[in-house]
């Protein structure tokens, strides 16, 4: 079996001289690595994995970005304000910091770059796709134009520093079986023409308001709070989850929070409808986007 090398050999960095203690075994039923897609109060935010908290990380550079990028991942605005003008941060779609079953999983994922990028039309490193996700999801061009990120920011090398120990022992160029799950059949998605986003809205307050607010900007439950869903602090017009399509998968098989998968195919592509009828801000670079590749029907604010 191949094996991620160079990460052994950076984790091996990371750790201090001494074996590092044997995890201790995880209270609750997993699926694989992952918390599983069937949480409950209980499961809900817990991290199988957690850098803050493993004793074989020391106070080592690689092992201060591991955990920086872990902060970065779960509080991407507080962390770097200046490349998150909205109010999203990573973990607002890969739920778990990363970590959860059908929720956009990222374990194991960084050994599967670099790869192709349709949107672009060329071949991604990991930090290239973390840069991306700056731009679009966290609308870092909202912010000051000659302060955007790049592949060797500081905050872009810390959050690959984490994913990359988040894939600690994964096969190079193999995915995960749980990678690219969040997507509906082809033969049950309905054409983007004869969805209806008041169908959407009148699904949207009965599922979604508990969490997300009437407005959608969400709701605080204790000290967490989803990301706003539209509006100048969500995510961008460039980003994926402005793809109906895209956005319907994250709906069908992570939401809501405490009961994923409650939704049919229809509903979850009628609530994505409404969500992206929504105003947000725009992504200046939409121009270069899809220059090689045919547009995907589901990217409404590219539509002249």
């Not at 059908?102 to 050994?111: D, F, K, T």
């Not at 049919?264 to 200046?284: C, G, H, L, M, W």
Request: aromatic share 8%.
């Amino acid at each position: 079996m191949l094996v991620l090398i160079s990460l052994l050999l950076v984790v091996t960095a990371a750790c201090s001289p001494s074996p590092p203690p044997v995890a201790a075994p995880s209270p609750y039923k997993l699926s694989g690595p992952l918390v599983s897609s069937a949480t409950n109060m209980v499961t809900a935010w817990y991290l199988p994995k957690n850098p803050l908290t493993d004793r074989s990380l020391d106070n080592s550079k690689l092992s201060q970005d591991i955990k920086w990028g872990f902060r970065l991942f779960t509080n991407t605005p507080h962390e770097a304000p200046q490349f998150a003008p909205s109010k999203m941060s990573c973990n607002n779609c890969h739920l778990n910091a990363g970590q959860r079953e059908r929720s956009l999983p990222l374990v194991g994922v960084a050994g599967m770059f670099p790869e192709y990028n349709r949107r672009s039309a060329r071949l991604y490193s990991l930090n290239d796709r973390i840069v991306d996700c700056f731009l679009r999801s966290e609308n870092a061009t909202g912010g000051v134009e000659d302060e955007l990120p790049s592949t060797t920011s500081p905050e872009v090398l810390a959050l690959s520093a984490y994913l990359t120990w988040l894939a600690r022992g994964s096969e190079v160029g193999k995915n995960p079986p749980w990678r690219g799950q969040n997507v509906i059949e082809a033969s049950n998605l309905i054409p983007v023409e004869k969805l209806d986003p008041r169908r959407g809205e009148a699904l949207f307050m009965e599922h979604c308001t508990n969490c997300h607010g009437e407005d959608g900007q969400g709701v605080a439950i204790g000290d967490k709070k989803p990301g706003p869903l539209w509006g100048p602090d969500s995510w961008n017009d460039g980003a994926g989850a402005a793809r109906i399509y895209t956005l319907a998968g994250i709906i069908r098989y992570a939401m809501p929070y405490l009961d994923p998968g409650r939704l049919t195919d229809e509903e979850a592509q009628q609530i994505a409808a409404f969500v992206n009828s929504k105003p947000r801000p725009q992504y200046p670079f939409k121009h270069q986007d899809y220059r090689t590749e045919k547009l995907p029907p589901d990217s409404v604010y590219y539509r002249k």
